[in-house]
């Protein structure tokens, strides 16, 4: 349920991932470092088994004398060995999704040693998912994805342990297997790389070896991945994928799409490789120059990446392709597999930066006009929440919607503040220097706030402390006079806002009869004056025209309740939902976004008048935004087919058709119905 111009496009995924994050991923600080991964496993599509054995390679970080993983609940260990071959004891905390290891020797800090994990169990639901509610590992057909996010494998540190990893993969022949890292036939040894045993351990040693090998069933094909570098190849995609290759400038793009999107790929073939070449003149070179494609379930989440992959899911496939989700993905190659946060509250450097790269990418593609629509979807996440600086997101649940929208849309808000504040050129210089200062390694902010120091000139504290460690945005209004004067005319005047320490550089815009004038102005405390000589006499004065700052406004104020709002429809809670809805409408009785929000809930709720009445009313509203015209008609006409009024439905769709515009596929529901009345088992209701 995605607009056609990705104009909600974030706020999908944070919809998506609005169930409680495991506890694990927001557990007791992080003691063990995972250095290298060398897996087996073999996967039964018809059971949605999957059997699996893990060598994992780890250091300590403190003294220790358990080590606790992360481990899919629907997986369970039938046994753990030590570097030895001795069986160790493990205690399962299902509401963690965790195994505590206990270690009889114990573990000094800075010491490394090597644990065996023999594990099965089906992959099948979501209740069994480190996040309750959403799949992040499934194995069935046609498609089986094991997300790194899904913790199919024992792991530590989600998005902060950097690791190297050997995975070996076995399906049945005529699944396509998709991994990160150099390809290879046959399953990796395990515990190969185990530390020598003492003499009198050698058999006992010798035969766990031996006995730490999956059996391969026939009629099964084996491919291991191998990665070496420290990343995140934690993510492995099956299925029975068509392939449409690309090699375009020496970038090798495979796309892998189910049969029924066949025909998209080679439009997203060309569209990835034109992204992937401006990050690349615009970051810097990748570390690798393979990128594939990959078709994921729409019970999963809309968006997945891992090295040399980036995965959309199936509803995003269309003929028109979905570029931003897209650029956004393939952004992830530089932040996240080349540089990632050191820690939770550094997570922004991963999706942040990403979100302004796809903001970049869109500006490069669709000029200033798109680029602001960006920035202003990012407005209303930055802002959606406000009660935990950016600075201390790290005490919120991972996949929580306030931690998505911080770290993705106030993180890409603070790039684009950094970018007016240092200029272009320095800004440029900044995205390439911390790249190439911190690839392959994990970064702070402060590590960030001293590349930008160094490539602008500027003492830059004050600035990420700012927008860091404080919540909320201004509201800019203007006081001013006009004076008359020999050449023309003066504005004299105040720039105001109510944050007492706020301090930015602010654009002042004033159109004439004659030539706009634009002058930056230094804003600091609540009050800031301003004086601007102009030829032409001055008829409109805005502060900061191009959303370079961000701020609040009673336009943000009603998107923002409605994406709260939105998310409460996500979470079931309908009457919340109907509370931020009217918040939006007491700030704006014309909006037409708020109505139609509001005529979905009841329609969810089988409240047709009230629905119809609210679809009219949408209809009546400010026309924002213009997608709330066709999507109304189609409303209107599906309830009027639910109510036996097949003459006024068909109405409703022929005007649905007279706006033109196919925004998520409206105009295709609409000749559909023309067709056919409209049934609850007819298509997916609703509409974005």
């Known amino acids: 349920m995605r607009m056609s111009a990705r104009s909600l496009g974030r706020l999908v995924l944070t919809l998506t991932l609005t169930i409680l994050v495991p506890v694990s991923y927001a557990a007791e600080r992080q003691r063990v470092q995972v250095d290298n991964y060398v897996i087996q496993a073999v996967l039964t599509p018809e059971t949605h088994q999957l059997k699996a054995i893990a060598q994992v390679k780890f250091t300590a970080l403190d003294d220790i004398s358990i080590a606790t993983f992360e481990l899919h609940n629907g997986l369970r260990p039938t046994r753990i060995l030590d570097a030895e071959g001795n069986i160790l004891s493990a205690e399962r905390i299902s509401q963690e999704s965790s195994v505590r290891v206990s270690l009889p020797t114990g573990l000094s800090k800075g010491a490394s040693s090597t644990l065996i994990f023999e594990y099965e169990g089906a992959v099948q639901s979501a209740d069994d998912s480190p996040v309750p509610g959403l799949k992040l590992a499934y194995v069935g057909d046609p498609i089986s994805y094991l997300l790194y996010a899904g913790a199919w494998f024992p792991m530590v540190g989600y998005g902060t342990n950097r690791f190297s990893a050997t995975i070996g993969i076995s399906a049945p022949t005529g699944y396509t297997v998709i991994g990160s890292g150099k390809v290879s036939s046959g399953m990796p040894p395990i515990a190969e790389n185990v530390e020598t045993p003492r003499a009198a351990n050698a058999k006992r040693t010798a035969a766990a070896a031996a006995s730490g090998k999956l059996t391969v069933p026939a009629g099964y094909t084996t491919q291991t991945f191998t990665y070496a570098r420290a990343s995140f190849p934690g993510t492995i995609l099956i299925g029975k994928y068509e392939q449409t290759k690309s090699s375009e400038g020496g970038l090798d793009v495979t796309v892998y799409t189910s049969p029924g999107n066949k025909n998209f790929a ?136 306030e931690f998505q929208s911080l770290v993705t849309d106030k993180g890409g808000s603070i790039l684009n503040m950094l970018r007016w504040v240092i200029g272009d050129q320095a800004f ?45 945005a201004p509201e800019f209004k203007t006081k001013y006079t006009i004076y008359r004067t020999q050449k023309g005319f003066r504005v004299v005047g105040e720039i105001q806002q109510d944050l007492d320490l706020f301090r930015m550089p602010v654009e002042l815009r004033i159109d004439t009869d004659g030539k706009t004038e634009t002058k930056r102005i230094e804003v600091s405390g609540t009050d800031s004056a301003f004086a601007v000589e102009t030829f032409g006499k001055p008829r409109k004065i805005t502060v900061d025209p191009d959303n370079r700052v961000l701020k609040n406004s009673p336009e943000l104020q009603v998107r923002t309740s409605i994406v709260r709002g939105q998310q409460d429809v996500e979470q079931g809670d309908l009457t919340e939902a109907l509370k931020e809805f009217q918040k939006a409408l007491d700030v704006n009785r014309n909006s037409s976004l708020a109505h139609y929000r509001i005529a979905e809930v009841f329609f969810l709720q089988h409240n047709y008048q009230s629905a119809a009445n609210s679809y009219r009313e949408s209809l009546n509203g400010d026309g924002e935004p213009r997608w709330t015209e066709v999507w109304s008609h189609v409303q209107l006409g599906k309830i009027f087919d639910l109510t036996g009024q097949r003459e006024r439905a068909s109405n409703e769709y022929r005007q649905a058709l007279q706006t033109n515009d196919n925004t998520a596929g409206a105009l295709d529901e609409a000749r559909k119905y023309l067709q056919a009345p409209y049934t609850p088992q007819s298509a997916p209701s609703g509409s974005q």
């Open 266 to 401: 080679q439009a997203y073939a060309d569209t990835a490789s034109k992204e992937f070449f401006f990050y690349t003149t615009s970051f810097g070179p990748a570390f690798s120059s393979k990128l594939s494609i990959v078709e994921i379930a729409n019970d999963t989440v809309p968006e997945a990446w891992a090295p040399e992959i980036a995965a959309i899911n199936s509803r995003a496939f269309a003929a028109k392709v979905n570029y931003r989700l897209l650029a956004n993905t393939i952004a992830h190659q530089w932040w996240g597999t080349m540089v990632s946060p050191a820690t939770r509250d550094d997570w922004w450097l991963n999706d942040g930066f990403a979100r302004y790269s796809e903001a970049l990418y869109v500006q490069h593609v669709a000029g200033q006009a798109g680029f602001e629509e960006v920035t202003k979807d990012m407005a209303v996440g930055a802002l959606a929440y406000i009660s935990v600086p950016l600075s201390q997101v790290g005490k919120l649940d991972t996949f929580s919607p």
């Open 428 to 472: 440029d210089k900044t995205m390439r220097n911390f790249l190439s200062q911190y690839a392959g390694k994990s970064a702070t902010v402060n590590d960030l706030e001293k590349v930008a120091e160094q490539a602008s000139g500027q003492q830059l504290s004050w600035f990420f402390v700012q927008w860091l460690d404080s919540t909320g």
